[in-house]
């Protein structure tokens, strides 16, 4: 049964495993509330899970300790079960799909842990997890749904308060729901005024479905950048918890969270992976009623791979218009490229890419296209630039 003083052993028993990780106050994220973060992508392994599986590792009887340990994870659950196992001095095994980053590969090794590659996806690791402690007696660590975990990560609800008791509201990302569970438990046993809310993923809304159906819901499919959230069905212990507790969960789309991992490093000069941003995109793009409130949004991790990164930035200029892709139809004759050019210049947006083709059937024989990708401010910039390219006879394709 989980229950504060559990909570509280918990935060006990980690003040020698974990990192302290203070809130930081958010300017210039949004002029509706005042937002402040818990940057628990500054953790040690880059991620709160470290947190649940250290005191579900500290709780072993002797016999399992020596026994070891076996978890299944694509990302943090493995770094933060690695890391707590070899802090007790215990063997760790990890399945991992053979689909996994390289770099979440080697960052478990390095925390210890004796690592299975297993063919296909999560759920082929996992049934390969379970395989392997039932033959050798391996005590198995879930990701989620285990109230030890729970009381774990719950700690930081513990902190949050410790560090700021006038706080409104705290908002956290939502996959198997071990995370929110905690922290509602803790923060509504201390204060029931305080508001709780969950963030799920567009692509992977299980935990919003479950609360809808009043039972734990298994979705076909998911699909989100968030990875870390990208979960097809909560736990039992999650969902009881998380229906008790929580005052209401919310979905973001992969463009808002993209939006919010870009405004993170911008403002912040803070790195989170897609399920740390979610909570931030909730506030930012006013899906939660939080205006004029003291919020605490916890950035989860900050393991993100760097090629998505890479391709989560682009699409967070994209969506606040810092990035436009304009084709513009023009007679193909000299002088035409130079009159484009100056518009876009003389509005202050920067040329980053052209391209220019004759145009095919159906367009007029002297025609031609050209393609060209422009840095912009915002989208009223975006408007400016186009409507000045109309008034000067350019047609926009």
């Known amino acids: 049964m989980l229950t504060l003083d559990k909570i509280y052993h918990a935060s006990y028993v980690l003040k020698d495993v974990i990192r302290p990780t203070q809130l930081v106050r958010a300017t210039g994220i949004t002029d509706s509330c005042d937002v402040y973060l818990k940057p628990e992508n500054l953790q040690i392994t880059g991620s709160f899970k470290v947190r649940g599986s250290g005191y579900k590792i500290s709780q072993l009887s002797a016999e399992e300790k020596e026994r070891g340990v076996i978890a299944c994870?694509?990302?943090?659950?493995?770094?933060?079960?690695?890391?707590?196992?070899?802090?007790?001095?215990?063997?760790?095994?990890?399945?991992?799909?053979?689909?996994?980053?390289?770099?979440?590969?080697?960052?478990?090794?390095?925390?210890?842990?004796?690592?299975?590659?297993?063919?296909?996806?999560?759920?082929?690791?996992?049934?390969?997890?379970?395989?392997?402690?039932?033959?050798?007696?391996?005590?198995?660590?879930?990701?989620?749904?285990?109230?030890?975990?729970?009381?774990?990560?719950?700690?930081?609800?513990?902190?949050?308060?410790?560090?700021?008791?006038?706080?409104?509201?705290?908002?956290?990302?939502?996959?198997?729901?071990?995370?929110?569970?905690?922290?509602?438990?803790?923060?509504?046993?201390?204060?029931?005024?305080?508001?709780?809310?969950?963030?799920?993923?567009?692509?992977?809304?299980?935990?919003?479905?479950?609360?809808?159906?009043?039972?734990?819901?298994?979705?076909?499919?998911?699909?989100?950048?968030?990875?870390?959230?990208?979960?097809?069905?909560?736990?039992?212990?999650?969902?009881?918890?998380?229906?008790?507790?929580?005052?209401?969960?919310?979905?973001?789309?992969?463009?808002?969270?993209?939006?919010?991992?870009?405004?993170?490093?911008?403002?912040?000069?803070?790195?989170?992976?897609?399920?740390?941003?979610?909570?931030?995109?909730?506030?930012m793009f006013d899906k939660l009623p939080v205006k004029g409130k003291k919020v605490v949004c916890i950035v989860s991790g900050g393991n993100i791979d760097v090629t998505i990164l890479n391709r989560v930035i682009k699409r967070g200029l994209l969506r606040s218009g810092r990035q436009q892709t304009l084709c513009i139809e023009l007679q193909d004759k000299p002088g035409q490229l130079v009159a484009v050019s100056k518009i876009i210049a003389d509005l202050g947006a920067n040329v980053i890419s052209v391209h220019h083709?004759?145009?095919?059937?159906?367009?007029?024989?002297?025609?031609?296209?050209?393609?060209?990708?422009?840095?912009?401010?915002n989208f009223e910039h975006v408007a400016q630039i186009s409507e000045a390219l109309t008034s000067a006879g350019f047609k926009l394709v």
């Open 357 to 377: 083709e004759r145009a095919g059937e159906g367009s007029d024989v002297t025609a031609a296209y050209l393609r060209i990708v422009i840095e912009t401010r």
């Open 73 to 283: 994870s694509a990302g943090n659950h493995a770094q933060g079960v690695a890391l707590a196992a070899t802090k007790y001095g215990i063997k760790s095994l990890i399945c991992l799909p053979d689909g996994a980053p390289i770099s979440k590969v080697e960052a478990t090794k390095h925390y210890g842990a004796e690592v299975c590659m297993v063919p296909g996806v999560y759920d082929d690791a996992y049934n390969e997890a379970l395989r392997l402690r039932d033959e050798k007696n391996y005590t198995f660590i879930h990701p989620f749904d285990d109230e030890n975990v729970i009381a774990g990560q719950g700690t930081i609800g513990l902190e949050i308060l410790n560090e700021m008791p006038d706080v409104d509201a705290v908002v956290a990302a939502i996959g198997g729901g071990g995370l929110l569970s905690g922290v509602a438990c803790a923060i509504k046993n201390l204060n029931p005024n305080i508001k709780v809310y969950g963030v799920q993923a567009e692509g992977a809304p299980s935990m919003v479905e479950s609360i809808k159906e009043g039972k734990p819901v298994r979705l076909d499919k998911v699909s989100t950048i968030a990875d870390g959230i990208q979960v097809k069905e909560p736990g039992e212990h999650t969902f009881k918890y998380i229906q008790k507790y929580v005052d209401d969960i919310v979905t973001v789309s992969d463009d808002e969270i993209a939006s919010a991992i870009l405004a993170l490093i911008e403002s912040q000069k803070m790195v989170s992976e897609g399920a740390g941003a979610a909570p931030l995109a909730a506030v």
